[in-house]
């Protein structure tokens, strides 16, 4: 039986168990995943009611999409059914700190250790069955992402030697479809890697002991400013987040050299400004869940940096610009009578490879369709329609 995606959770569905008898996935889910996930048969089966746990079968891989996260388990775990059960733990959120220097006293130990945040999208790449997959956030295996990293990296010998670790880093530059930023050193597209993780456990290598893995594997990391005593170390931060903003780089992830203690983020207001002007062409779909948290984020880091005067005039004329401009430009495109639009650039060698990422947006739902496929290219237009009717319908007088 091939059961559709995202429908209910075929109870009949039986899969080859490793240990060669054929098992119902209903069964494995409440006699085996308990205990492999160390959550109890009650949980497993209270998220399976709500429609929490998903049966995903997609590129040749039969798996288990846990979306929310149950006790312990992150939402995005992928538990992965075939030669033997794979699971693919969801990347852990990450915690922000609005005033550096009194949230690394009171967070970390003696040491943190200090690298680059990189602005694009979230993948885990593991080795399952035999192929390399690459997963986003939520545990869906992207099929341009896949595509990409095998391209980008040359991971067998990683995989050969360390069948059990998961690498987990970010796809970045302008040639990507989620969050397109340009960097000089990255230019179209690009993995950086921040984390490299168990399978099963989600234990992360140390800072350093992962970095010297990568480099050994020829495999690209994130930048790493350095090892840092955690007292007075945010005024030199501090320092860094200000000049990565002047070349409106993202911010910094502050780590536990041991990876004992989660990570915290911290950003640039650059970072934050741009985010609102991304928002903010896209009012009605995208404006509100940005706007507060990016504004409350800007009013600690101005107070923090000790500003007053020019700085801050600099830094409120950045944030209202970045609310208002794109806005406008929005509302004058909509006056024109054309729609909310954004279109995202990826490479492909086949039509079929872009019709097959549109397929996964709208599994995501998200609206898009293929607009052109010219030279190697496709551009994949995505509606923000939220924004087109309301704006449509304020112009024509509509009350608020
Ligand atoms: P979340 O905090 O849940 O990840 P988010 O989508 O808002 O949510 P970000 O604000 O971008 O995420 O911050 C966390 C993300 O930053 C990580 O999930 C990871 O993809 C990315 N990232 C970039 N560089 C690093 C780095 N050096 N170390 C850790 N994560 C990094
Ligand atoms: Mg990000």
Redesign the pocket.
């Known amino acids: 039986m091939q059961p559709e995606r995202g429908k209910k959770f075929p109870e009949q569905f039986f899969f080859e168990h490793p240990h060669g008898s054929q098992v119902s996935l209903k069964d494995f889910i409440e006699l085996e995943l308990p205990e492999i996930l160390q959550l109890s048969s009650e949980q497993l089966k209270g998220s399976l009611e709500r429609g929490n746990i998903k049966f995903y079968n997609e590129y040749g891989l039969d798996a288990i999409q846990i979306r929310k996260s149950i006790g312990q388990i992150e939402a995005g775990t992928m538990v992965c059914l075939g030669q033997k059960v794979d699971i693919i733990r969801g990347?852990p959120?990450?915690?922000?700190t609005l005033m550096l220097g009194p949230a690394l006293e009171k967070h970390f130990s003696q040491k943190i250790a200090l690298?680059?945040?990189?602005?694009?999208?979230?993948v885990r790449i593991a080795r399952i069955n035999d192929r390399i997959y690459a997963f986003t956030?939520g545990g869906y295996i992207c099929p341009y992402t896949t595509k990409k990293a095998n391209q980008l990296m040359d991971m067998e010998d990683f995989f050969n030697q360390h069948p059990q670790l998961v690498i987990c880093g970010?796809m970045v530059g302008t040639d990507n479809p989620y969050v397109s930023q340009y960097y000089p050193e990255i230019g179209q597209l690009d993995f950086?890697i921040?984390?490299v993780r168990e399978k099963l456990t989600n234990i992360p290598l140390p800072v350093l002991k992962r970095r010297k893995l990568l480099e050994e594997y020829g495999l690209p990391p994130?930048r790493f400013f350095g090892i840092y005593d955690t007292r007075n170390s945010a005024g030199e931060i501090l320092d860094i987040v200000r000049k990565l903003g002047e070349k409106d780089r993202?911010g910094v992830?502050i780590?536990d050299p041991d990876m004992q203690i989660p990570?915290l983020?911290y950003?640039s207001s650059q970072a934050h400004a741009s985010e609102l002007e991304y928002a903010f062409s896209y009012p009605f779909d995208l404006g509100q869940p940005f706007f507060f948290s990016r504004v409350i984020r800007e009013g600690f880091q101005s107070f923090e940096m000790g500003e007053s005067g020019a700085d801050m005039q600099i830094r409120a004329q950045r944030i209202g610009e970045s609310i208002l401009y794109p806005m406008l430009e929005t509302i004058r495109l909509i006056a024109d009578g054309k729609v909310a639009a954004e279109d995202l650039e990826i490479e492909i060698d086949s039509p079929a490879e872009a019709d097959d990422f549109v397929r996964y947006l709208r599994s995501l739902g998200v609206i898009a369709t293929v607009e052109e496929v010219k030279n190697g290219k496709a551009v994949i237009r995505r509606l923000h329609q939220s924004t087109s009717d309301k704006i449509g319908n304020f112009l024509n007088g509509g009350l608020y």
Do not use: A
């Open positions: 990347f959120k990450i915690r922000r690298e680059e945040k990189m602005n694009g999208y979230n956030r970010e950086r921040f984390d994130v993202e992830v780590k990570p983020k950003t």
